[in-house]
């Protein structure tokens, strides 16, 4: 099984074009949470060479602004074609990588495919407006320039999709990119940066050399591209900590930040909500991908008239979910990440205990041996919102509390720090309607009669307060990657100041 797992990388890798000595002989060990074994060596790159790439994505930059926008979209749609004719090797590569179930490693490709596509459509629509002038004689324009290199920070949980919803958008836009992914998923990226390369070939000339680059390393390659100002935009997704130290560096230096940071996600099951659906939707909102989405459901008030008939169910299902190596059977919860991500999901469990919780489940299972770190969700029926309920704990933990109004379980839902993902279960148009109202969920998300996590492309994507304000993905997000200039146009004969200021001065004329 050991030797047989790095050998499948290596022939993954060598299909989807990653040349042997990025991956073989470096100093970055990878090791696959499905069994702890390592499956490469990375080579990092120094501190000079990043700061080398950095100009040379600068100067790709001068080249792809002026390559029209539909044109630019022409080179994001061969990268969606790359990806749908390697979505199987790429969709592996991510199982092994980071442990998903192999039809989440398969969505997450599916999800580049999508914002390829969604990019591909926006690289005709990048529409500025037209304004009234107050002036006679006057137009008023707002229009949309690229911005320069937009640096993209990834967390290990979405090792390729997070730099696909930002770089598709900001190659359209014009914009070169530089990407720092995280040091634990090294490989999907070196893969991703491949398939970008094979794209750029069959693209042609306009494509820049360094439109797409790739800083393998650790933490100090990422604060050295934050605190460089030959990159502009700072597009950093990962925990509220690394997003609070990037946030304040960038700012420092006028930069603009794109924060997309950790949730505390929360779902409302109300007396009117359909049980079964809500049943199912629990399950997947807090379980699927070993409860490692930033969406994940972690907090559940459920309505104390149904508490007693859902809850019981619950840990039934709790009790009954199938946790192991997805590559040899059919479970539906994988590994977590490593050994830290098991801790801090045991010290969680134990806060909780202190603090009057009941826990069932949580506890290690033994799959692999000692060297990887499967953990059976654990669903903690707690009697107050405390300790370790108000944190981000990165591990399928599920706070369950009771509740007797809607007002008491918004307010609850909305006391936290986070403010990344939300949603309720009900039939009541008004209680729907509450919660989705200014008065309602405070988060970026707020769905209904669903789980908070599995986002679709189309919509923004993102959080408030500690999660950071970005939003990266669908509609309208694609302005952040972009610079606004107002343009007011003068087509006449005199000159009207606006405010009705007036500035005559003589020697307008020959005679003066
Ligand atoms: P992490 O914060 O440990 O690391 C994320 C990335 O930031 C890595 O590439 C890391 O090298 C880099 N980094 C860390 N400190 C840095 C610094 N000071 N300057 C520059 N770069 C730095 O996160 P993780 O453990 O990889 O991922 C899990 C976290 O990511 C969770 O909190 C999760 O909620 C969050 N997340 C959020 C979203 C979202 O869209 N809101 C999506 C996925 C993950």
Known sequence: ???????????????????????????????????????????????????????RAA??????????????????????????????????????????????GLGEVQEMIDICDFAVGLSRQL????????????????????????????????????????????????????????????????????????????FGNDAPAALSTLLVGGRDIGELMVEDRRV???????????????????ARRFGRSIL?????????????????????????????TAGQRCTTLRRLFVHSSVYDTLVPKLVNVYRGISVGNPIEGAALVGPLIDAASFGMMQDSLKAAVD?????????????????SFYARPALVEMPSQVGPVLE?????????MKYDTLDEAVALQNDVVQGLSSSIFATDIREVEQF?????????????NMGPSGAEIGGAFGGEKETGGGRESGSDSWKAYMRRQTNAINYGRTLPLAQGVTFDVDGGSAEA
């Not at 299909?15 to 499956?39: F, H, W």
């Not at 079964?276 to 997947?284: I, N, S």
């Not at 981000?392 to 369950?400: N, S």
């Open 436 to 448: 989705l109202s200014a008065r309602g969920s405070d988060c970026g998300i707020a769905n209904v």
């Open 392 to 400: 981000e704990t990165f591990a399928p933990i599920l706070y369950v």
């Open 260 to 288: 997309e940071l950790g949730g505390n996600n929360a779902s409302i099951v109300t007396p009117s909500a359909d049980l079964d659906l809500t049943l199912r939707a629990v399950a997947f909102g807090a379980m699927g």
């Open 232 to 250: 502009p935009v700072i597009s950093a997704t990962g925990s509220t900590r690394m997003g609070r130290d990037v946030g304040e560096r960038v």
């Open 127 to 202: 529409y500025g407006l037209t304004i009234p002038s107050e002036r006679p004689d006057h137009r008023l324009t707002e229009q949309w320039h690229p911005v320069g290199p937009v640096g993209i920070i990834s967390a290990f949980n979405f090792p390729v999709a997070v730099w696909s919803w930002n770089a598709a958008l900001a190659l359209v836009c014009g914009d070169s990119v530089i990407w720092k992914p995280s040091e634990k998923t090294p490989l999907t990226a070196l893969a991703m940066q491949a398939l970008f390369l094979k794209a750029a070939a069959r």
């Open 59 to 104: 100067e790709a930059f001068k080249v792809w602004r002026r390559v029209p926008a539909p044109r630019r979209g022409e080179l994001v749609r061969l990268l969606g074609e790359e990806l749908r004719a390697n979505k199987d090797a790429l969709g592996r590569l991510v199982t092994l990588e980071v442990g998903k179930v192999p039809s989440e």
């Open 355 to 371: 603090a009057g919780g009941t826990v069932h489940g949580g506890t290690r299972v033994d799959v692999n041996g000692e060297a």
């Open 1 to 55: 099984m050991t030797a047989s797992l790095r050998s499948e990388v290596t022939t993954l890798l060598d299909s989807l074009g990653v040349s042997a000595d990025l991956y073989s002989g470096g100093t970055l060990a990878v090791t696959s949470p499905l069994t702890g074994e390592r499956i490469a060596e990375v080579a990092e790159i120094s501190a000079d060479e990043a700061k080398a790439t950095i100009g």
